[in-house]
C-alpha cells in the first residue's frame, strides 16, 4: 500500500504577501516560490522544505466566504500555542475556541478571507 503525507493545500485568499507574512511570523516558514498563477492570477507558496500552503488570488473580493463551504479549517501545529496567539493577535486576527484536552491544547481564528485555522500544540 502507498504511504503518503499532504504536500500542500491551496486556497484563496486577498492579499497572498500579507497572509505569507503571518504564516512566516507564526510558524517560521519560509517563501518557497512566487509569481503568476497558471491560471491567472498570482500565487505565493510559503512553508517548509516539505511542506507549503498555496496562498492564491486572482484579483476577486473573497469577502462572504462561508466557514465549511467547502473547507471547515487547517491545522497548524505549534511548539509554543501562547507565542502562536500572540502572532495572531499582533496581525490584528481574533483567537477562538480555546480549549485543552488529550493530546494536547488549541484555539481557532479566522485569517482576513473567513478561512478557519485551529493552531494546536503537543508540548
Avoid: C
Wanted: aromatic fraction near 12%; charge should be negative; hydrophobic fraction near 40%.
Amino acid at each position: 500500500m502507498p504511504k503518503g503525507h499532504i504536500e500542500h493545500v491551496n486556497i484563496t485568499v486577498s492579499d497572498p504577501a500579507r497572509s505569507a507574512a503571518l504564516f512566516e511570523t507564526l510558524l517560521g516558514w519560509h517563501v518557497r516560490w512566487q509569481g503568476p498563477s497558471r491560471m491567472g492570477g498570482h500565487s505565493i507558496h510559503v512553508g517548509t522544505d516539505d511542506t507549503y500552503l498555496a496562498l492564491y488570488t486572482d484579483g476577486s473580493d473573497r469577502r462572504g466566504q462561508v466557514k465549511g463551504v467547502p473547507l471547515n479549517h487547517v491545522g497548524l501545529l505549534v511548539d509554543d500555542l501562547a507565542a502562536a496567539e500572540r502572532v495572531v493577535i499582533e496581525a490584528g486576527l481574533k483567537p477562538f475556541g480555546h480549549d485543552d484536552y488529550e493530546p494536547g491544547a488549541r484555539f481557532y481564528f479566522f485569517d482576513w478571507d473567513g478561512v478557519e485555522f485551529e493552531v494546536v500544540s503537543y508540548a
